[in-house]
Antibody, heavy 119, light 110 residues
C-alpha cells in the first residue's frame, strides 16, 4: 500500500525556519517525482515545489522562490522542504504527493502537516 | 507563468449534469495535459480525470473531461449528479518549470 506521511509542521514565528519531511513507503520511491502542495485554511490548492526522481530538475512557485528548498534522499525514501524566512501567508496544510511523469497527475497524496506562522 | 481560472461554485439537482470550466490565461491549453482533482472536506485530493480526458480506474464514467482550444479552456462534466459528488474540484496543468492549480470550484448537489 502506497503511503506518504508528512511531519515537521507546527507553530513558528515570522522570520523563523521549519523543515518538513515526507516518509514514503509501498512503492519504488526513486521511480517518481515528488511535490509539495499547500492549502491555506479555507482556500484552494497551491503548488509549492517539485523535484524529479534524481533531483536533477527542481521547480518552485514564485511565492516561495529563494526562501524554500526542496530535497530528497532516495536511500531513505524521504522528501524534505526547508522553509526559511517564514511569513504569515505561508500558514497552510502542506501535502506531499508523488507523480510518475510530468504529464501524469499527482496520484497519491499524504494527509498533510499543518504549518502556522504567527507571533 | 500562467493561471487557471474556474467558476467559484456551481450547483444542480441530483441526476442533472454540471460542467466546470478551467481557462488558461496564457499559452495554449492544448500544449500541456490537464488533470482534474476532487477534494472532499477534510481529505486530500484524488484524481478524477488525467491527460485531459482519461479516467483512473474506479472513477465512474459519469465523469468526463475535454479541452477546447477556441476558448483556451478545459472542462469537467459530471452527469447523473449524485450527492456524493458534492466536493471541491480543481484543474491542474504545467509548463516547463512549474505546476499550476486552478482556483477551484465548489459543487453543491441541491
Amino acid at each position: 500500500e502506497v503511503q506518504l506521511v508528512e511531519s515537521g509542521g507546527g507553530l513558528v514565528q515570522p522570520g523563523r525556519s521549519l523543515r518538513l519531511s515526507c516518509a514514503a513507503s509501498g512503492f519504488t520511491f526513486d521511480d517518481y517525482a515528488m511535490h509539495w502542495v499547500r492549502q491555506a485554511p479555507g482556500k484552494g490548492l497551491e503548488w509549492v515545489s517539485g523535484i524529479s526522481w534524481n533531483s536533477g530538475s527542481i521547480g518552485y512557485a514564485d511565492s516561495v522562490k529563494g526562501r524554500f528548498t526542496i530535497s530528497r534522499d532516495n536511500a531513505k525514501n524521504s522528501l524534505y522542504l526547508q522553509m526559511n524566512s517564514l511569513r504569515a501567508e505561508d500558514t497552510a496544510l502542506y501535502y506531499c504527493a508523488r507523480q510518475w511523469l510530468v504529464r501524469y497527475p499527482l496520484d497519491y497524496w499524504g494527509q498533510g502537516t499543518l504549518v502556522t506562522v504567527s507571533s | 507563468n500562467f493561471m487557471l481560472t474556474q467558476p467559484h461554485s456551481v450547483s444542480e439537482s441530483p441526476g442533472k449534469t454540471v460542467t466546470i470550466s478551467c481557462t488558461r490565461s496564457s499559452g495554449s491549453i492544448a500544449s500541456n495535459y490537464v488533470q482534474w482533482y476532487q477534494q472532499r472536506p477534510g481529505s486530500a485530493p484524488t484524481t478524477v480525470i488525467y491527460e485531459d480526458n482519461q479516467r483512473p480506474s474506479g472513477v465512474p464514467d459519469r465523469f468526463s473531461g475535454s479541452i477546447d482550444s477556441s476558448s483556451n479552456s478545459a472542462s469537467l462534466t459530471i452527469s447523473g449528479l449524485k450527492t456524493e459528488d458534492e466536493a471541491d474540484y480543481y484543474c491542474q496543468s504545467y509548463d516547463s518549470s512549474s505546476h499550476v492549480f486552478g482556483t477551484g470550484t465548489k459543487v453543491t448537489v441541491l
